[in-house]
Nanobody, 126 residues
Framework: QLQLVESGGGLVQPGGSLRLSCAVS????????IGWFRQAPGKEREGVSC????????NYADSVKGRFAISRDNAKNTVYLQINNLKPEDTAAYYC???????????????????WGQGTQVTVSS
C-alpha cells in the first residue's frame, strides 16, 4: 500500500524556518518524482517544489524561489522541504505527492502526481 506521511508543520513567526518531511512507505522512493504542494483556505492547491527520482532535477514556484529548498534521502525513503524566511502568505496546508518519473524532470502540476499524503499545517503569524 502506497503511503506518504507529512510532518514538521507548526506555528512560526514571520522570518522563521521549518523543515517539512515526507516519509514514504509501500514503494521504492527512487522510482518516483516527489512534489510539495500547498493549499490555503479558499484557494486552489498549488505546486511549490518538486524533485526528480534521483534528485538531479528540482523545480520551484516563483513565489518560493530562494526561500524553499527540496531534498531527498532515498535510503531513508524521505523527502524534505526546508522553508526559510517564512511569510504570512506561506500559511497553508502542505502536501507531498508521488508521481511517475518522465525524462528525468519533475513538474508542479497536480496532474503529474497520483498518490498524496494527508498534509501538515504551516501557520505563519506573529
Amino acid at each position: 500500500q502506497l503511503q506518504l506521511v507529512e510532518s514538521g508543520g507548526g506555528l512560526v513567526q514571520p522570518g522563521g524556518s521549518l523543515r517539512l518531511s515526507c516519509a514514504v512507505s509501500g514503494f521504492t522512493l527512487d522510482y518516483y518524482n516527489i512534489g510539495w504542494f500547498r493549499q490555503a483556505p479558499g484557494k486552489e492547491r498549488e505546486g511549490v517544489s518538486c524533485i526528480s527520482r534521483y534528485g538531479g532535477s528540482t523545480n520551484y514556484a516563483d513565489s518560493v524561489k530562494g526561500r524553499f529548498a527540496i531534498s531527498r534521502d532515498n535510503a531513508k525513503n524521505t523527502v524534505y522541504l526546508q522553508i526559510n524566511n517564512l511569510k504570512p502568505e506561506d500559511t497553508a496546508a502542505y502536501y507531498c505527492a508521488a508521481g511517475p518519473s518522465l525524462a528525468g524532470v519533475c513538474g508542479l502540476s497536480r496532474s503529474g502526481y497520483a498518490t498524496w499524503g494527508q498534509g501538515t499545517q504551516v501557520t505563519v503569524s506573529s
